[in-house]
């Protein structure tokens, strides 16, 4: 027994020894002397009902007041005095505000700006003033330090707003200091919120003249030399800010990196975040729209770092969505596609109400020797910070000083506005209720703040509990500084009806420890905070930047000092600071953990600010050049009034497109399919390189169907290639002629007739079609993928084989599925396929993509296609696309498949499928369609499967469940178990999808196949074009996408994070993504088809974009001679000069609504290429 006794002591000694103490201690204002409370007390004349804005908290400001070395701490109150606390060292302060006459004056007080206004290196205050009616109560305040009171030990201040033309009565929320006409003095943006009345979620035009009172202000720093101190003058109608807005976050950052600063504006309700870009010539222009594909909705704080060290502005900001089930759908409406539709109208910016992330993604290629400006991907679903409740202050901060930015989030509001059942309640109430009862139906939010772990990987882990952030609160204004100087970053939190929270970062303490260095920068005499100035330091091949600016978050102000963590590192190998004028100052060999102060006035002058330099891209666009202005259009059908509760549509999946030389001359032209109720398009390439658009016949009369598939093959033996297209789409009423397939004989001069009506009668809505011999019988036969039952999804719809019969002059194909492949029958929602050898027999096996589904593998016996079980089966997804491929150059033929991704509201996993549930519940004789997901449940830590749709989505879909959910708490509590009765469900057709992520298949034999994910950026979006090509030379295929999901339902928002991408073969089956700049493949819109042509002599890539332009770019493959394959041959086997060899097949249709040219390419490091029909090798081409 002792002994038992002692084994356990030692094993919780030893549990106890490698147990980590939380990251943050919490440190109570007894202890610290922090005494604040935000205190707010409602009354009849301004309370929540009348004034939302009540609760939005006050902010922090750091700063070392005192120049005692130590950071000081400064509070905005509401509706009570703000205060100001010395620190006095060890985590204790002392509250100065009375002797240092800062207390607010009596006013709203809301962000706190912290400057040295006057250069006299002696921090100063701007409080942000709003809220009261009496103008006077809404002046700012500027705070001018007289320095240090020899008789208190405080500093003391003066209110000189007025002096210095700051006393701006404007709703001023916060305040950012700034020089935005490189004049080395610091000009200041009033962020201005004012609720005026009107409802603020209306569509209407937006106001750009300036004139509304929610419009920002620039104002110019104009030195008075009489007096002695800057002036300051609006210029904000001459600067172009004009943009109403309801401001709640702004940042101030060079996005683009031209030497001029830029400014990003978070506004709530409707109005759109603004990116006002600078012009350089002393003026502004919004390019939201133009550098972001959507924002927050709600948006609060913001804040601006690099969150992945490549040296780019990356951009969090906050809004409103919780992380667990019952919240969101107390908390947020569906959204109509009406409010799509009106976004464009109006001119707004699409919008969801969550946290957003946008990521940097490098400079546009503008020509070879010049930059455009930077592209962004929305990620905040992949990285995992798109839920963290009512969120006010983001701040990118490095917690443990591992080397990269993590993230914390400050959450909370005592009073909840958006409940849905509350506002059913008070629609009904309010006339007669007491304010009181009113008020007390309202819930609160008191949630926990959130901490984030950066993985490095553009991942962030949760780690609120771990690190120590477990107290919920009504947290809104944070800033950081390293209060007790001992080398890690401490937060100090502004709460609401709550007293104030100190964080101790415990960081330095912990027995494992990461390093820092902080930097204090010493500026020049017009700026003395060195605000803009750029620090750069480099540690093992690591580069880290941060671009100074105290202005983070939300109504706060961070220290001054600038850190760093360097992870294990114990130097830093050097620092560059490029300061606003250009000027540079460079240290080496720096030892960490200590705090540098580098000054301005050792700077070198190095000509001048410095900007990013182009580079030569692999690709470059030359759409224009080549004549091509062909833009895909379609009517604007929305599937979601026929299924409600759809997650995307199922009718903007064109365009389609088909490569081939059509008219003899040896030139290879385009075809893209049509759009109802557009026709298809032929462009003729040129001699020149140029193209000219035809039509096929009957393009005077509207198109019924969209395009689907589209196969150029020499069907009637006469040496040229015909052109056979199928219908898709889901307009139309299912088994109608709307969906006839069109098949369009050649005269070999590029002259097109079509052959008969209803060619195949077969009606089903259609995707692929893809052609190979696959009864060895010297002709091409056919695989027609089905897509969908309109008006029926997801209930499988079959696919088919036809076989090909024709003889000279006379096309036949002949639907053999029954006899064939009786297993395509009702076999699922086919979205791709590809014929392939997968088994390396010399017959083209068959390998389809499904939505809902799994990658199935049709085994070729020579007369039949059975299918077979592979590893595949275990993976399903909603699959798009799929190529075939030698990924490993091991001679077989491997595959790349795309998937939906996982920057998504909704995950899949084995143990958390998202499923569907298809039956018509309510019996009024159509189909209704219940979408699950794992999700958090009240209590937010059990996950359960919880319908997807909010209740006034199902409603109208089921009006009869009204009377079983009579309002929205008792649908938000009920789990898909619960929805439906267990004999509801007995006959309801389901189906799962565990796996999104888009994937390269390795070949490993005998149908044996093993999965691997791309990286993450290929996961950022749905992609559907995929273009194996070997683009740099080396002998490894790299890998081209396109993608994006722009017809997502409304209530998930659309998937537009993928901007084309290019992955470069590292071989070993791994892949590094390129730049855009670096590839020169830039796709931005709802990227579909891809295919590879040859243009000029050289390959050529053209993507097909849904409801945007076809894009067509050349491939700098100098030296390379394009072998054309003839109609028989099959594959090749590719010798390269450093030994190794690659098969490299050549289908008739692959990717998605894609066919490209058939050839092989010819460069300085292949020796020799062998090609084949089937298994006999039928030449060799030698360099």
């Known amino acids: 027994m002792k002994a038992y006794i002692f084994f356990l002591f030692i094993l919780f000694s030893f549990a106890s020894c490698n147990q980590k103490n939380p990251l943050f201690k919490e440190i109570k204002p007894e202890q610290s002397g922090l005494v604040f409370s935000n205190t707010i007390v409602e009354n009849e004349e301004l309370n929540v009902l009348n004034y939302e804005y009540i609760y939005n908290g006050g902010g922090v400001g750091i700063g070392d007041f005192n120049n005692d070395s130590l950071p000081d701490v400064y509070f905005t109150g509401n509706r009570v005095p703000n205060k100001l606390f010395l620190n006095k060292g060890n985590l204790t302060f002392e509250d100065v505000t009375d002797k240092a006459g800062v207390d607010g004056n009596g006013k709203w007080s809301k962000g706190a700006s912290i400057i040295d206004i006057n250069n006299d290196g002696l921090l100063d205050i701007y409080v942000c003033a709003a809220v009261l009616t009496d103008s006077n109560k809404r002046k700012n305040i500027l705070y001018v330090n007289q320095g240090v009171s020899k008789e208190t030990g405080a500093p003391i201040f003066k209110d000189l707003a007025a002096e210095y033309g700051l006393a701006d009565a404007s709703n001023t929320h916060m305040a950012a200091f700034f020089d935005y006409d490189n004049d080395q003095d610091l000009d200041v943006y009033l962020l201005i919120n004012d609720l005026d009345g009107t409802y603020p979620n209306e569509f209407r035009p937006i106001r750009k003249d300036g004139s509304w009172p929610n419009t920002d202000k620039l104002l110019q720093n104009n030195f008075d030399s009489a007096l002695g101190h800057p002036v300051f003058k609006d210029v904000s109608q001459q600067a172009g800010i004009l943009i109403e807005g309801h401001g709640l976050g702004i940042s101030i950052a060079d996005i683009n990196q031209d ?18 870009i600078n012009n350089k010539n002393g003026t502004f222009t919004d390019q939201a729209a133009s550098y972001f594909k959507h924002t927050s909705k709600n948006a ?62 490098g400079f546009l290629p503008n020509g070879y020797d010049s930059i455009s400006r930077p592209a962004f991907s929305e990620i905040a679903y992949f990285s995992g910070v798109a839920h963290t409740d009512w969120s006010w202050a983001p701040l990118l901060m490095d917690m443990d000083n591992d080397g990269f930015r993590d993230l914390f989030v400050t959450n909370g509001l005592p009073k909840d506005m958006s409940d849905k059942d509350f506002m059913a309640y008070r629609q009904n109430a309010v006339a007669n209720a007491p304010l009181e009862e009113v008020l007390r139906q309202l819930p609160e939010v008191k949630v926990t703040n959130y901490a984030y772990k950066n993985n490095g990987d553009l991942r962030f882990i949760d780690q609120s509990k771990d690190w120590g952030i477990n107290s919920p609160s009504f947290s809104a204004g944070v800033a950081y500084a390293d209060l007790d100087k001992d080398g890690d970053l401490d937060l100090v939190i502004n709460n609401t009806n709550m007293p104030a929270t100190l964080l101790e970062n415990t960081q330095q303490q912990q027995k494992e420890h990461d390093n820092y260095l902080r930097i204090l920068l010493s500026g020049d005499a017009k700026n003395k905070l060195a605000l803009g100035a750029w620090v750069h330091i480099y540690t093992n091949g690591i580069h880290q930047v941060i671009e100074h600016s105290p202005y983070r978050g939300y109504l706060s102000s ?94 903007q999946y064109g365009p389609s497109l088909a490569t081939g030389d059509l008219n003899g001359d040896g030139l290879d032209d385009i075809v893209s399919g049509g759009g109802s109720p557009f026709h298809a398009s032929i462009f003729f390439q040129a001699p020149n390189g140029k193209f000219v658009r035809k039509f096929l016949p009957g393009n005077n009369s509207p198109q019924l169907q969209d395009d689907a598939g589209i196969i150029l093959l020499d069907a009637d033996k006469d040496g040229d290639l015909d052109l056979f297209i199928v219908s898709g789409g889901a307009e139309n009423q299912p088994q109608t002629k709307a969906y006839t397939d069109h098949f369009y004989l050649n005269d070999g001069k590029g002259n097109f007739s079509e052959l008969v009506a209803d060619f195949t009668n077969n009606r089903v809505t259609k995707s692929a079609v893809i052609a190979a011999d696959y009864d060895l019988d010297g002709d091409l036969d056919l695989f027609i993928g089905g897509r969908v039952i309109p008006g029926r999804y997801p209930i499988p719809t079959s696919s088919f084989i036809y076989q090909n019969n024709s003889q000279k002059g006379k096309v036949q194909f002949t639907d053999v599925t029954s006899k064939v492949a009786p297993e395509l029958l009702n076999m699922g929602m086919v979205t791709a396929a590809v014929w392939s050898d997968a088994d390396a027999d010399g017959k083209m096996d068959l390998l389809i993509t499904k939505e809902w589904g799994s990658i199935d593998v049709f085994k070729n016996d020579g007369a039949k296609l059975a299918r077979v079980k592979t590893p595949l089966d275990s993976f399903k997804g909603w699959w798009n696309s799929i190529v075939s491929t030698d990924v490993d150059n091991d001679g077989d033929m491997d595959y ?5 991704g996982t920057n998504s509201f909704l995950h899949a996993s084995n143990e958390e499928p998202l499923s569907v549930y298809a039956k018509d519940f309510d019996n009024n004789f159509s189909l209704d369609v219940i979408f699950s997901h794992w999700i958090q449940d009240q209590t937010g830590g059990i996950k359960k499967e919880f319908p997807l749709a909010g209740r006034d989505l199902l409603l109208r879909e089921m009006s009869i469940m009204k009377e079983r959910f009579p309002n929205y708490a008792s649908y938000a509590k009920t789990d898909i178990g619960q929805l439906f009765t267990p004999e509801q469900m007995k006959d309801a057709y389901t189906a799962k999808a565990n796996y999104l992520k888009s994937s390269w298949i390795e070949n490993k034999g005998n149908f044996n196949f093993e999965i691997h994910e791309l990286p993450a950026t290929v996961q950022f979006a749905p992609i559907f074009g995929i273009l194996p090509k070997d683009i740099n030379n080396d002998g490894l295929v790299d890998l081209i996408f396109t993608g994006n999901e722009y017809a997502m339902s409304p209530y998930l928002g659309r998937q537009d994070a993928l901007n084309g991408l290019v992955l470069l073969n590292k071989g070993k089956g791994q892949f590094s993504s390129l730049s855009i700049a670096q590839s020169g493949f830039y796709t ?50 590719i010798f ?48």
């Open 259 to 276: 030497g001029y600063k830029d400014i990003y504006v978070s506004n709530d309700y409707l109005s759109n975040n603004v990116l006002y």
């Open 300 to 361: 609060m704080g913001n804040d601006i770092a690099d969150i992945n060290n490549d040296g780019l502005a990356d951009i969090i900001e906050t809004d409103m969505m919780p992380a667990d089930n019952y919240r969101q759908k107390m908390m947020h409406s569906d959204i109509s596609y009406q409010t799509f539709q009106n976004s464009d109208r109006y001119g707004y910016m699409y919008q969801y109400p969550r946290n957003t992330l946008q990521l940097n993604q």
């Open 558 to 651: 961070v220290e001054q000092a600038i850190h760093f963590g360097i992870g294990k590192q114990t130097s830093v190998d050097s620092i560059r600071v490029v300061w606003p004028d250009g000027k540079t100052s460079l240290k080496t060999n720096v030892q960490a953990n200590q705090q540098l102060v580098i000054s301005y006035s050792n700077g070198l002058a190095l000509g001048g600010l410095q900007t990013p330099v182009g580079i030569q891209s692999l690709m470059t666009e030359i759409t224009k050049n080549a004549g091509i202005t062909y833009g895909f259009s379609e009517v604007d059908f929305i599937d979601f009034d026929i299924q409600r509760l759809l997650l995307h549509k199922l009718t």
């Open 896 to 900: 790349v498949a795309g998937n939906f």
């Open 1084 to 1133: 931005p819109a709802s990227g579909r088809s891809l295919t590879s042509l040859i243009v000029n002599g050289q390959p050529a890539v053209v993507a097909g974009q849904n409801r945007d332009f076809l894009k067509l770019f050349q491939i700098a493959n100098s030296n390379s001679v394009p072998v054309k394959i003839a109609d028989e041959e099959t594959h090749a086997i």
């Open 1136 to 1183: 390269f000069s450093n030994g190794t060899k690659r098969k490299e097949e050549y289908p008739y249709g692959q990717g998605f609504l894609s066919q490209s040219t058939r050839y092989a390419m010819l460069h300085p490091g292949i020796t020799s290429i062998d090609i084949f029909v089937g298994s006999k090798k039928s030449r060799t081409i030698k360099r």
